[in-house]
């Protein structure tokens, strides 16, 4: 009682398929069997029902057709087993930074860190030679400073802090 009502079915579904629909039909099938929850014998068998029904097979030719399903049901190719290595190297072989490692080339120098200047501080002798000139020879102390023009400012300090210790006491 099914029977003639499943193949109505088919029949109406049929009559609107093209051969790439039929490939995407059988691709369904191949993901079916890949699940087990049908066995290829039935998708194969199914598959070629359907492009019967649909006329395929006298408007394509059986050959077309069983390329067709063929292409569906054939498992992709295996990855080969090192192919993440390869993956890998393919990558490093790309990026300069990594090349180096497979072509025997020597390795890229690292960028230099920037050269960090420990912050000025003025010489002891230099404190000493200040206070000399300015005990000794104050005429020539504005001179002397345009000369030390990166110790003015701390040598300043110096004197404002020895004038108001000398005041205090």
Avoid at 1 to 11: D, G, S, Y
Avoid at 55 to 74: I, L, S
Avoid at 94 to 109: F, H, I, N, Q, V
């Amino acid at each position: 009682m099914n029977a003639p009502l499943h193949r109505q079915i088919v029949l109406d579904i049929a009559e609107h398929l093209e051969l790439e629909e039929f490939a995407e039909c059988c691709s369904f099938l191949a993901e079916f069997v890949a699940r087990d929850w049908i066995t290829l014998q039935c998708a194969a068998d199914g598959a070629q029902h359907l492009a019967e029904a649909a006329g395929f097979v006298a408007a394509y030719g059986p050959d077309a057709v069983q390329r067709t399903m063929a292409e569906a049901f054939t498992p992709a190719p295996a990855l080969p087993s090192d192919y993440a290595a390869r993956l890998v190297r393919d990558w490093e072989l790309a990026d300069p930074r990594d090349r180096w490692r497979w072509t025997g080339e020597a390795p890229p120098l690292a960028p230099a860190e920037p050269v960090k200047e420990p912050p000025y501080r003025t010489p002891q002798a230099t404190t000493d030679a200040f206070f000399w000139v300015a005990r000794n020879e104050p005429g020539r102390l504005r001179a002397w400073l345009e000369n030390h023009p990166r110790d003015a400012a701390y040598l300043h300090k110096l004197w404002k802090e020895k004038t108001h210790a000398v005041a205090a006491a």
